[in-house]
């Protein structure tokens, strides 16, 4: 390890972007946390990244952070009127973070991020190290710098592996590789109460379905969303449980309207680690390429995903998976809306090959092995939201 980075105890860890890009880079965060044991993480991020951070034991603070250069809802909207405010908070920030008396930050980017804004703040707020990948010279905003050759590739390496790359380029190394995410048991009994309050059994295992994600680009068909669950749940007795925020409940109605089999929607009434203690209790999560897909990865609860070809890194990590999509010609076009308008990288999987997938993971789970499991209550299934937060 490099001699200044041995002597590193208050990090700063900056990932500005969203909840899923905040889980795949928990492993990295880990090795920061056990570099000694009195290191200390802090992390700057979004507030959607803020609220996977709350349960990664590894992060000890998390500061908010709605960053310019990343995009957020509301960015490139700010009206004149606005913009002396919102420098003013990024003057506040800066003195923030110069009170703070980081050791050294470390700049987590997707492979098409710039670090140098990032790079300017930590250094204009005195952190004297600085980590990051970077494609051009950074000269004096980074001590250290990887350079970025990544490119968008089927082989190229996952989420995970470039940011713990990163760290190890200063010799930082986590016990272990897999995502960190604990839901608390008050999370889960909370999650359950309104699964019940909402019309579902506490009785009966869960397939958790998540038919939204934010770019419309990742969205399979929320009507598919609906045969595929119906099916499923004909064939294993579940009870199917729609998830998502207040504003995808349309989304999820036009789900529910291709069902026979009673289905519960919990659109807009759980929090983050509602959802997660949900998902870590589930058998199965059936969702697009978005956030909950992570969170199932992080809590071990195998996921089948519909994974537009928009981006190939950020695949479900180390967890039992099936992961759909048909093969375009323009995939990983890196977009939020279909630039070809056909949608056929995820128009082009038909339900009965969703229904194949999941019936695969769901017979070769251990936690439901038997018919008869099928129809244990659920307070007997694994206490998984007890376990660390590595465990599988």
């Known amino acids: 390890m490099m001699p200044a980075w041995t002597r590193a105890r208050r990090f700063l860890a900056v990932r500005t972007d969203n909840l899923g890009d905040v889980l795949m880079t ?34 000890d603070q998390v500061i908010v952070y709605a960053a310019p250069w990343t995009r957020h809802p509301g960015n490139g909207a700010v009206a004149p009127a606005a913009q002396a405010e919102a420098v003013a908070a990024d003057h506040a920030l800066i003195r923030h973070l110069a009170a703070q008396r980081f050791d050294a930050a470390i700049i987590f980017t997707v492979s098409t991020q710039s670090p140098l804004p990032a790079a300017l703040v930590c250094r204009l707020a005195g952190i004297p190290l600085r980590l990051a990948h970077c494609r051009e010279n ?8 990887v350079p970025d050759r990544e490119r968008l590739d089927p082989d190229m ?16 190394q986590p016990s272990d590789e897999r995502l960190v995410y604990r839901p608390t048991q008050a999370d889960r009994e909370a ?24 770019a419309a680009s990742r969205r399979y068909p929320a009507e ?8 499923i ?62 969170v199932a990865a992080a809590v071990a609860t195998p996921v089948v995903v519909l994974y537009a070809l928009t981006n190939p890194q950020h695949t479900p ?53 038997t018919a008869d499991s099928l129809n244990a209550p ?8 007890a376990l660390p937060a590595h465990a599988p």
């Open 26 to 59: 928990s492993p990295a965060f880990r090795a920061l946390k056990e570099h000694a044991p009195d290191a200390r993480v802090t992390l700057l991020t979004s507030p959607s990244g803020a609220a996977a951070a709350s349960r990664c034991e590894v992060i």
């Open 157 to 172: 390496r996952h989420e995970v592996e470039r940011q713990l790359a990163l760290v190890r380029a200063v010799g930082l």
């Open 317 to 369: 990590w180390r967890v039992p998976s099936r992961v759909l999509s048909h093969d375009v010609p323009c995939r990983y076009c890196l977009r939020s809306t279909c630039p070809q308008g056909h949608h056929d990288c995820l128009l082009g999987v038909p339900v009965a090959r969703v229904v194949n997938a999941a019936l695969e993971l769901i017979e070769q789970s251990p936690r439901f092995t």
């Open 378 to 385: 659920v307070p007997s299934l694994p206490p998984r939201t």
């Open 233 to 294: 749940a004909a064939k294993t007795g579940w009870q199917v449980v729609f998830t998502g925020g207040a504003d995808e409940a349309a989304i999820i109605a036009r789900a529910m309207e291709r069902m026979r089999a009673p289905a519960v929607s919990l659109a807009g009434q759980l929090s983050l680690a509602e959802l997660g203690a949900l998902i870590a209790d589930a058998g199965l999560l059936l969702a697009n390429n978005t956030g909950p897909a992570h």
């Open 191 to 214: 999650a359950w109460s309104r699964l019940v309050e909402a019309g579902g059994r506490a009785d009966r295992p869960c397939l958790v379905v998540h038919p939204g994600a934010s």
């Open 224 to 231: 598919r969303f609906g045969e595929a669950a119906d099916a």
């Open 138 to 145: 950074p000269y004096d905003l980074l001590t250290d710098w």
